[in-house]
Structure formats: structure tokens, C-alpha cells
Nanobody, 126 residues
Framework: QVRLVESGGGTAQAGGSLRLSCVAS????????MAWFRQVGWKERQFVAA????????HYADSVKDRFTISREHAENTVYLQMNRLKPEDAAVYYC???????????????????WGQGTQVTVSS
């Protein structure tokens, strides 16, 4: 069974930091693009950041650029999201996603990702 499991969510003060992790099991995604999305309530899931298969290329939403950093560790089959200078508007459920297409480019739309985690809650207090 293929699973993506996020962790690292919680509560941080505005201006603080959190580091999210997403561990894949059941198969490796080391050849596939991966991404982070976030969702507030029933609003549409919003793109946050994406990384290509070897970590050599990344892409960020304008709202998180220069504050968040996506990275991946092939040996651990894990993708990370380092979140710095958090703002109250960053509060959301954060989801990890993996593309089913190996060695492909970076995608910023949810429909390009076939595998999803269950999400981890991030709360930012002002």
C-alpha cells in the first residue's frame, strides 16, 4: 500500500518556524516530482511549493516565496517543507503530494499529483 505520511505540524507564533516532513512508504518517489499544498476549511486546495525529481529545481507560490523552502532526501524517501517567518494566513492543513510521472517537470496544480497524504494542521498565533 502506497502511503504519504506528513508530520511536523502544530502551533507556532507569528514570525516563528515549523518544519514539515512527508515520508513515503510502499514505493519510492525518488524519480517523481513532489509538492506541498494547503487547504483552509472547504476552500480550494492551494499550491505551496514543488520540487523536481532530483531536487535541482523548485517552485513556490508567491505568498511563501523567500519564507518557505522545499527539499527532499532520497535516502529517506522524504520531502520537507521548512517554513520560516510564519504569518497567521499560513494557517491551514498542509498536504504532501507525489506525481505518478517519473522524471517529469514541476507542477503547481493539484490534478498533476496522484498520491496524497492525510494532511497535517499548522496553526499560527498572532
Amino acid at each position: 500500500q502506497v502511503r504519504l505520511v506528513e508530520s511536523g505540524g502544530g502551533t507556532a507564533q507569528a514570525g516563528g518556524s515549523l518544519r514539515l516532513s512527508c515520508v513515503a512508504s510502499g514505493r519510492t518517489f525518488n524519480s517523481n516530482p513532489m509538492a506541498w499544498f494547503r487547504q483552509v476549511g472547504w476552500k480550494e486546495r492551494q499550491f505551496v511549493a514543488a520540487i523536481n525529481w532530483n531536487g535541482g529545481s523548485t517552485h513556490y507560490a508567491d505568498s511563501v516565496k523567500d519564507r518557505f523552502t522545499i527539499s527532499r532526501e532520497h535516502a529517506e524517501n522524504t520531502v520537507y517543507l521548512q517554513m520560516n517567518r510564519l504569518k497567521p494566513e499560513d494557517a491551514a492543513v498542509y498536504y504532501c503530494a507525489a506525481s505518478a510521472s517519473p522524471y517529469s517537470g514541476i507542477y503547481s496544480t493539484a490534478d498533476q499529483y496522484s498520491y496524497w497524504g492525510q494532511g497535517t494542521q499548522v496553526t499560527v498565533s498572532s
